[in-house]
């Protein structure tokens, strides 16, 4: 990028004037990425100052049956398959109950699209679980398993979203985004429900007052455009409904590991390679950049590597997700070396090993309880680069 670009792009980011994708397809082409990680703190600062968000939450995954083969998914079993199941939702509500130590604030639950469990298994499952945990935030369902509901009940999605709602169902997740570009979409996804139903679906759960997140999953075939393209829809569907409180770029991930059956499940692997590091910090900072109108972006650790996280807080990232526990979706898939879960006190250290002031919050983003930062008098204390 020659320099009169980059005083450009420059200008721009500091008077607040909203980046354009010529502007973001310039950026991704940048090699310099201490410049650009530097321009995304300087935004991540002025809309977030030297906190990182964390929140206190597990996982629960209630059946991985899905008529859908997705090529990336290693997570997904047809019925009959070793390994498949599906539970019961007195076996839910145990698990969810065995989780709810250290204060656990929310449960984060995506599924499978099974072929033959009833609608009402939904609902039911959520309000059995807000009963058996009435001071957690249920954080569940893609708009994948949403247009999945309206086929299997005949109900809209409005009418599928008030039941969910009258539920306990505070958030939608915000999976089943991958790649909006068809010209990528087609070769990765094996459901019904792309850009205009996920798109149509968050909109009505902003409508009724949900906040929820956005994702975008990247590192396999598509190119930087396609990731601008991707970031531009969801900015623009931002600026009509202001419901969306987070963008999560997931880091693609091979299948390093054979399943217990046999089978290597990820159809893309033998395609591509996956996005380095340096590649995910890119990622980072110019979503960061280009997303102006969202609060914040999170960095979810399972999928980046603890080192490319903290990294990650220094280039437009300000959220690092939570404990977890026991993420099948990716730990499935990979061998990475990510932990399965991490405690308030591990998330705590990582924080301010990065050099940055620990907020715990809840699903709504708002403060729960707020953590010094780096101990100043620690000459080897890491801080925030300076803006």
Same mark, same amino acid.
């Given at each position: 990028?020659?320099?009169?670009?980059?005083?450009?792009?420059?200008?721009?980011?500091?008077?607040?004037? @909203?980046?354009?994708?010529?502007?973001?397809?310039?950026?991704?082409?940048?090699?310099?990425?201490?410049?650009?990680?530097?321009?995304?703190?300087?935004?991540?600062?002025?809309?977030?100052?030297?906190?990182?968000?964390?929140?206190?939450?597990?996982?629960?995954?209630?059946?991985?049956?899905?008529?859908?083969?997705?090529?990336?998914?290693?997570?997904?079993?047809?019925?009959?398959?070793?390994?498949?199941?599906?539970?019961?939702?007195?076996?839910?509500?145990?698990?969810?109950?065995?989780?709810?130590?250290?204060?656990?604030?929310?449960?984060?639950?995506?599924?499978?699209?099974?072929?033959?469990?009833?609608?009402?298994?939904?609902?039911?499952?959520? @309000?059995?679980?807000?009963?058996?945990? *009435?001071?957690?935030?249920?954080?569940?369902?893609?708009?994948?398993?949403?247009?999945?509901?309206?086929?299997?009940?005949?109900?809209?999605?409005?009418?599928?979203?008030?039941?969910?709602?009258?539920?306990?169902?505070?958030?939608?997740?915000?999976?089943?985004?991958?790649?909006?570009?068809?010209?990528?979409?087609?070769?990765?996804?094996?459901?019904?429900?792309?850009?205009?139903?996920?798109?149509?679906?968050?909109?009505?759960?902003?409508?009724?007052?949900?906040?929820? *997140?956005?994702?975008?999953?990247?590192?396999?075939?598509?190119? *930087?455009?396609?990731?601008?393209?991707?970031?531009?829809?969801?900015?623009?569907?931002?600026?009509?409904?202001?419901?969306?409180?987070?963008?999560? *770029?997931?880091?693609?991930?091979?299948?390093?590991?054979?399943?217990?059956?046999?089978?290597?499940?990820?159809?893309?692997?033998?395609?591509?390679?996956?996005?380095?590091?340096?590649?995910?910090?890119?990622?980072?900072?110019?979503?960061?950049?280009?997303?102006?109108?969202?609060?914040?972006?999170?960095?979810?650790?399972?999928?980046?590597?603890?080192?490319?996280?903290?990294?990650?807080?220094?280039?437009?990232?300000?959220?690092?997700?939570?404990?977890?526990?026991?993420?099948?979706?990716?730990?499935?898939?990979?061998?990475?070396?990510?932990?399965?879960?991490?405690?308030?006190?591990?998330?705590?250290?990582?924080?301010?090993?990065?050099?940055?002031?620990?907020?715990?919050?809840?699903?709504?983003?708002?403060?729960?309880?707020?953590?010094?930062?780096?101990?100043?008098?620690?000459?080897?204390?890491?801080?925030?680069m300076r803006v």
């Open positions: 990028m020659d320099v009169g670009l980059k005083r450009e792009l420059e200008a721009k980011v500091r008077a607040g004037e @909203r980046l354009t994708r010529e502007d973001g397809i310039a950026l991704y082409e940048s090699d310099d990425l201490a410049w650009l990680g530097g321009l995304a703190h300087e935004v991540r600062t002025r809309k977030n100052g030297d906190v990182v968000h964390f929140n206190v939450n597990r996982h629960l995954n209630m059946t991985n049956v899905c008529t859908a083969s997705c090529a990336y998914c290693s997570f997904q079993r047809k019925p009959g398959e070793k390994d498949a199941y599906t539970m019961r939702i007195e076996e839910a509500v145990r698990l969810a109950k065995a989780m709810e130590n250290e204060n656990l604030t929310e449960l984060h639950i995506v599924n499978g699209l099974h072929p033959t469990l009833p609608w009402r298994y939904y609902p039911r499952s959520l @309000r059995e679980l807000k009963k058996a945990l *009435p001071n957690v935030s249920l954080k569940a369902f893609t708009a994948t398993e949403i247009h999945h509901f309206e086929t299997i009940s005949g109900l809209s999605a409005s009418e599928i979203l008030d039941e969910l709602i009258d539920a306990g169902l505070e958030s939608l997740t915000g999976g089943g985004a991958e790649i909006f570009d068809w010209e990528v979409r087609q070769h990765i996804v094996d459901h019904a429900t792309h850009w205009e139903d996920w798109s149509r679906i968050h909109r009505l759960a902003h409508e009724k007052g949900l906040k929820t *997140p956005s994702t975008m999953l990247y590192g396999h075939i598509e190119e *930087p455009r396609h990731r601008v393209d991707h970031v531009l829809r969801l900015r623009e569907l931002q600026d009509e409904t202001g419901g969306f409180q987070v963008f999560i *770029p997931l880091r693609y991930q091979h299948d390093f590991v054979d399943m217990k059956d046999g089978k290597v499940r990820n159809r893309l692997q033998a395609r591509t390679t996956m996005a380095t590091g340096a590649e995910a910090l890119k990622v980072f900072a110019v979503s960061r950049l280009l997303f102006d109108n969202v609060p914040h972006v999170k960095c979810f650790w399972v999928m980046h590597g603890l080192q490319t996280t903290q990294l990650a807080l220094q280039h437009g990232a300000d959220d690092m997700d939570g404990s977890v526990v026991e993420y099948k979706i990716t730990h499935d898939a990979d061998n990475y070396g990510t932990p399965n879960k991490l405690t308030r006190d591990d998330l705590l250290e990582l924080i301010r090993d990065a050099g940055f002031r620990p907020v715990e919050r809840n699903t709504r983003y708002e403060a729960i309880r707020e953590y010094p930062g780096p101990d100043p008098e620690r000459r080897e204390s890491p801080q925030p």
